[in-house]
């Protein structure tokens, strides 16, 4: 009996071994834990690198139109989105003060012209006065006195009919100055255009005194349009003019418009220690569909390839442990730098030097390297489930690098 419980122990001290054996076996030297390598294709294909930013939509002229007379609105003639020609009345302040001013001075004027003709008159007088005397003189029949004081009195008269021009001429300008003053109070267009906004309404009293109050907004040609945008100061070394614009506005999600950087401007524009740059990007508007005031989301294509060699990202960002990490401006997408990508062939992972030409963030060409389309290159390494080395793994999507799991031999 005690030979037989003995023999029953040691089968069962056997088989609780063998069971530890294995999970040890299982969990430090199993096949579903061996580390695995994620991979992704060299492919050759196009790169797009783009700057984006958000701007406004705006008419490329817009004409703001003052006043600068004051006084009461009378009659307005042109509402909102009310087409206009050059020279066309669209507002008319109240006349009656400045056709009082004219009247005035009309007649200041006509009283300086009659004056004129008075002192003209005496000037012949004194003239004939004057040579008369002279005769007389040289008869001895009156004193030198009397010669002098008559031609004292006929100089006199002629400045005074030069006085009496003078005083014509400025009060023809001040006729002119009032008359001028009196159509001021025309309002009209100053350009083709259209009416974008009316800042007024019939009775209101409008102030010219210390600054030209703005009545009428009125943009020349809403078929052409312009986007303003603000450019951080890291994107703008790309943005050059002529280059090609697409953006989207609200109205319109799924349409893209196309346009053309016309202007960098030079001139900064910071918001709290935040530094952008205006880009100018042209737009035809033949459909009439961009409003002025609308949000852009634009997209400036600064560079292109059709047909490059490219490396995902990712593989970038990858490094074994113990290596050192990839350049960081090359990561950004600067080209020209260099940096390391590691291929796998035939079950082996080696690094392979390339130079970085265009990034669109999602592929790197590969200006300069080793480096062929078809080849796989490794982007993450998996020990275990939810922990990564390296960079992290490429997400399936439009446009993504294609990528693979191969475990690693023991």
């Known amino acids: 009996m005690k030979l037989s419980s003995m ?3 040691a089968w069962m001290l056997a088989i609780a071994a063998i069971v530890v054996v294995a999970g040890v076996w299982f969990f430090f030297g199993g096949s579903t834990t061996a580390p695995r390598i994620v991979t992704a294709e060299v492919t050759e294909g196009p790169i797009v690198r783009s700057v984006t930013a958000t701007g406004t939509v705006n008419p490329v002229i817009t004409v703001q139109v003052g006043t600068y007379v004051s006084g009461p609105i009378t009659a307005i003639f042109a509402d909102y989105n009310a087409p206009v020609k050059k020279g066309q009345a669209i507002a008319k302040i109240d ?31 004194k003239k004939v006065t004057h040579d008369r005397d002279l005769e007389l003189y040289k008869a001895d029949a009156v004193s030198k006195d009397t ?6 009195a006929w100089q006199m008269a002629v400045a005074q009919v030069k006085l009496d021009h003078a005083n014509i001429q400025q009060q023809t300008a001040n006729v002119a100055a009032a008359e001028v003053n009196l159509n001021y109070t025309n309002i009209v267009s100053p350009v083709d255009g259209t009416v ?13 005194s210390f600054q030209t109050p703005t009545l009428f907004l009125i943009a020349q040609d809403l078929t052409k349009m312009q986007v303003d ?3 951080s100061e890291s994107d703008i070394g790309y943005v050059r003019a002529g280059q090609k614009a697409t953006f989207r506005v609200d109205a319109f999600p ?4 196309e346009g053309v950087v016309a202007q960098v401007r030079q001139a900064p524009i910071t918001v709290q220690n935040v530094v952008t740059y205006d880009v100018v990007v042209s737009v035809e508007n033949p459909e009439l569909l961009l409003k002025p005031g609308m949000t852009a989301n634009i997209t400036v294509v600064t560079a292109s390839r059709d047909k490059a060699v490219r490396v995902p990202i990712d593989a970038l960002r990858f490094a074994p442990p113990g290596q050192p990490p990839a350049d960081s401006a090359a990561l950004d997408g600067t080209p020209g730098r260099q940096t390391r990508v590691w291929v796998f062939e035939n079950r082996k992972v080696s690094p392979v030097t390339i130079t970085t030409g265009l990034s669109d963030g999602t592929w790197v060409e590969v200006a300069e390297g080793d480096v062929h ?21 490429s997400h399936s999507g439009a446009g993504s690098p294609v990528t693979g799991m191969v475990h690693m031999p023991h």
């Open 229 to 231: 945008s603000n450019v």
């Open 254 to 257: 799924d349409r893209d418009f």
């Open 7 to 9: 023999k029953n122990s």
């Open 95 to 125: 006349p009656r003060p400045y056709q009082v001013t004219v009247d005035i001075a009309h007649a200041t004027l006509a009283n300086s012209i009659a004056q004129l003709g008075k002192d003209q008159a005496d000037l012949d007088y």
């Open 373 to 393: 389309a078809g080849e796989r290159v490794v982007t993450d390494e998996v020990h275990s489930a939810g922990s990564h080395s390296g960079g992290s793994a």
């Open 196 to 208: 974008v906004s009316r800042n007024v309404d019939v009775g209101q009293t409008v102030a010219a």
């Open 147 to 152: 010669v002098d004081s008559a031609n004292s």
